[in-house]
């Protein structure tokens, strides 16, 4: 089992930045990627960014520019750095771990990130 806790969300002016961290614990080491989501009210899930277990990244094209993800090993935690917020980016996002290349295995509780125009 892993267990997944995000911090640093809160409300931010457009234009700025936030730096969200996910504390990951538990089977760490059976994970094969980090994955960052985010809900919208009213709006489907969907993928923000990705780490994998050889440090590959990727962002999504509506962050694309202004995201990115990194994971500290030695903590145990992955952050997620979003730039030029834009109050289209209001959500809760959610940090996930897969254990292999399909669904998602584990899920944090979110944290909302509110962006004011």
């Known amino acids: 089992q892993v267990q997944l806790v995000e911090s640093g969300g809160g409300l931010v002016q457009a234009g700025g930045s936030l730096k969200l961290s996910c504390a990951a614990s538990?089977?760490?080491?059976?994970?094969?990627?980090w994955d960052w989501y985010r809900q919208a009210p009213g709006l489907q899930r969907e993928l923000v960014a990705q780490?994998?277990?050889?440090?590959?990244?990727f962002c999504a094209d509506s962050v694309k520019g202004r995201c990115s993800i990194s994971r500290d090993s030695a903590n145990n935690t992955v952050y997620l750095q979003m730039n030029s917020l834009k109050p289209e980016d209001t959500a809760v996002y959610y940090c996930a771990a897969k254990v292999g290349l399909g669904n998602i295995d584990y899920w944090g509780q979110g944290t909302q990130v509110t962006v004011s125009s």
């Open positions: 780490i994998n277990s050889h440090g590959s990244t």
């Open positions: 538990g089977n760490i080491l059976s994970i094969n990627a």
